[in-house]
């Protein structure tokens, strides 16, 4: 696979937040604010890399009838080091982050990548999806995180805007409801950049495999 | 040729659901102008806020879907007026500075709670209750400590409490808390609350009107609000409390004008008397652990079991008769 490709898909084709909908449990709480959710991404894009690129090495070792412990003990070993990493260094970020940070050990995002990815694919390529991946599930956090934190306390990344505030948003019920929104968005943009491809390809007598009815 | 083919209900009655919410409105105009005249013009502001809001969202959404202005008006049906004034009536009186509060609920009520699951009569929730919802998690220091005391005394004599609703006082230090007579919660004289739900008369007038008009039936009002007085009492070990409990707060207000909404309300006999046994119990039950009025979470709550009760309980086909057992043998 090209770099190029799968810089795409981790950021914007196959965006694990919006696109996948995978690891939604921190999605949902750690959102209300924007920093959150920079140190989660950066926290599972670290993660993200390192495993990746461990499996894709071990790829032909793991015998596949244990591989998701294998996978486990893998990934575990770096969160591990993220959390004493983070304690040490940054006791604020690992703070606020509280319990989401071991439980990346069971994040899917992590685990679906090992599996349909970094399984298959040579150690370089997954090492780049890792990373790819990570930051798409970085960016979409942080924009949700903005998102959140300006309706819901009035501020960004911690600085105050304005003492107006809607409450709602930063409870689990606005949670969900902004969720929705950037994943209706999401398509809404998707959708119409696939059919501005396919009209592209139209005009060379080519169609873009997936892009009718792919929403 | 005249001649039309069509499915099932073939038989026709003049009622449109424009005609059942004009009714609606119409049973509304006493509990509002009783609101009026108790909170005075921040009564007025906060309606015409709510009211304006709910068919402005209403509109600006047809028109954003690409709707001409003259289909609109022809299909306009009223009830984002209803969920507008209900949503508004469920409101204290708010202060001038407050004005965004039931703008932002009406938007949500109208924009986020009907339009977005598909407009009129698709809705899961209540609009009114969803937007009450989202103003009381939104902006709690307002909607709990922005009570008004109204302009007419109680007729008791005795001061209300100055910082709770009666029902708050009530829940939180017991019977003797309420502060005022029965006689002045039913009428609504120097109770504090919500811009609708103060005067019990007002809403009873329109219960009446909207039995006789055949838009709702009486007994489902009647459930929800005796099985919530009873629980009270039991609760409360004192056959005292069930006429403070039923005629304080929003519970009047809730189970004539909110729970009875057809759309979010079971098809059958049976589901109905579940749903609002279980409204009435839950809100006996929440309202004792809370210490807080508690009608509008508990008809989202119901509101969101509807489509349970119907998938388990179904309307028996017209003309069908029980199978009789088949005796073992004749197999």
Known sequence: MKAKDIALDGL????????????????????????????????????LIFSNAIISLLRNVIPSKVRIPAYILIIATFVTITRMVLNKFLPSISASLGTYLPLIVVNCIIIGRAEAFASKNPVLSSALDGLFMGLGFMFALTLM?????????????GVKLWDFSIGFFVQPAGALFTYA??????????SAFLRAANERKNKDGLAVKGARGNA | MGVIVSGAPHFRRNRTTKGIMLDVLIALVPATVAGFVYFGWRAVFTVALSLVASVG?????????????????????????????????????FEYKYFYIPILSAVFAVGVAKMFFGGTGKNIVNPAIAGRVFAFISFQSAMVSGWMVPQFASLSGINAVSSATPLTAMLGDGLGAVGVSNLDLFLGTGVMGCIGETCKLALLVGFVYLIVRKVIKWQWPVIYVAVTGLLSCALGKSMGYFLPSILSGGLLLGAIFMATDYVTTPNTKLGNLIYFAALGVLTGIFRAVSGGEVVSYCILLMNVTV??????????????????KVKKEAR
């Open chain 1, 12 to 47: 914007f084709r196959q965006n694990p937040t919006l696109k996948l909908v995978l690891g939604t449990c921190p999605t949902l709480a750690l959102t209300t604010a924007a920093m959150n959710g920079v140190g989660m991404g950066l926290a599972v894009t670290f993660v």
């Open chain 1, 145 to 157: 995180g903005i998102f959140r934190e300006i309706l819901g306390s009035g501020s960004v990344f």
């Open chain 2, 57 to 93: 969202t209403e509109v600006i959404w047809l028109l954003c879907r690409k709707k001409s202005l003259k289909e609109i008006v022809s299909q306009f049906d009223f009830t984002s007026c209803v969920t507008g004034l209900l949503l508004a009536l469920t409101m204290p009186a």
């Open chain 2, 307 to 324: 489509p349970l009760i119907d998938r388990f309980i179904i309307p028996r086909p017209f003309g069908y008769e029980k199978k009789e």
């Open chain 1, 181 to 190: 929104i950037f994943i209706a968005v999401y398509s809404l943009v998707y």
